[in-house]
């Protein structure tokens, strides 16, 4: 099938974040108070879904305890754990090619917008995107599928096919499902074969350089 837009995740796709987000949620965690008896051994599920989802999840923490743990990791992310992070290897002369191949390409977060803008213009490959959606501070619009319906709207597109979700975490295939559009896996980042492979995603990509050949 012929793409014509391309919808990147940022976290796990086109940077590798693990230091700065690992660091906020430590921040997080002391300053919580929670024993380091009780943090899990695996801190990835931080990468890639929402926040407060992430909390939940890996400590069972109320929408109330959720919500104060966001602002508290922000106190740390929003300084320092925002800059802490490496563009994978590929990835600037990847991005370069497929938008001189003609390629529509937006990037697509669940980190709050506000910071992917800032994070994105510190790189050098921003001006290749036509536009940056993530979700509100308070959380809304976190959810993938929202994310990408948003993005849908800003540009003016409908649903399509020809428009690939380009991301690491199931969330952002199963997203991409239930917007209408397509998906693309990429096995490079967070996300296990299992975990990608189980929502059956239309491309399967090892790396940044197979996304360039199985796109052209």
Known sequence: MKFTHLFFDMDGTLIDSKPGIFNSVYYTLKKLQIPESEWPA??????????????????????EMAEHATITYREYYSTKGMHAYKIYPGIPEVLTLLAEAGFKLSLVTSKAEVFAKEIIKSTNFATLFQTVSGCEINGERSDKHELISYTLNKLGLPPSKQILMIGDRFH?????????ISSAAVLYGYGSYKELSNEKPSLLINTPEELLTSLQ
């Open 42 to 63: 695996d801190l990835n599920p931080f990468i890639g879904p929402p926040l407060r989802e992430s909390f939940k999840t890996l400590f069972g923490f109320s929408n």
């Open 172 to 180: 952002d295939i199963k997203g991409a499902r239930l917007a209408g």
